[in-house]
Nanobody
Framework: QVQLVESGGGLVQAGGSLRLSCAAS????????MGWFRQAPGKEREFVAA????????IYSDSVKGRFTISRDNSKNMVYLQMNNLNAEDTAVYYC????????????????????WGQGTQVTVSS
């Protein structure tokens, strides 16, 4: 199995930016579509962004579209989430996740499709 470790979270003022990183080990991420999810206290985990194995297909939730950018570097076994113009509603624990797939272009927002998860990194936006 692949192990995922998120980093880059912290405290930021509204309107500010953060870049989250997801480092994979144990297995290459080349055969995984990758996604970011988040969970605020008392709320269910929700989809944020996903990127296909090839990096050619990307989807975002409506709440972050235009503000967040997901990217991957398969040669470094890394996935990133650039978050700009943050607001209080973005406060949550952010999780990196991997979805095994034979398709280079397939992606999904469904949480049940992701088999491997990191421990999460806290993002807190002050307003």
């Amino acid at each position: 199995q692949v192990q995922l470790v998120e980093s880059g979270g912290g405290l930021v003022q509204a309107g500010g930016s953060l870049r989250l990183s997801c480092a994979a080990s144990g297995r290459t991420i080349n055969n995984y579509a990758m996604g970011w999810f988040r969970q605020a206290p008392g709320k269910e985990r929700e989809f944020v962004a996903a990127i296909s194995r090839s990096g050619d297909n990307i989807i975002y939730s409506d709440s972050v579209k235009g503000r967040f950018t997901i990217s991957r570097d398969n040669s470094k076994n890394m996935v990133y989430l650039q978050m700009n113009n943050l607001n209080a509603e973005d406060t949550a624990v952010y999780y990196c996740a991997a979805r095994p797939t034979y398709s280079s272009n397939s992606i999904t927002i469904r949480i049940s499709e992701y088999a491997y998860w990191g421990q999460g990194t806290q993002v807190t936006v002050s307003s």
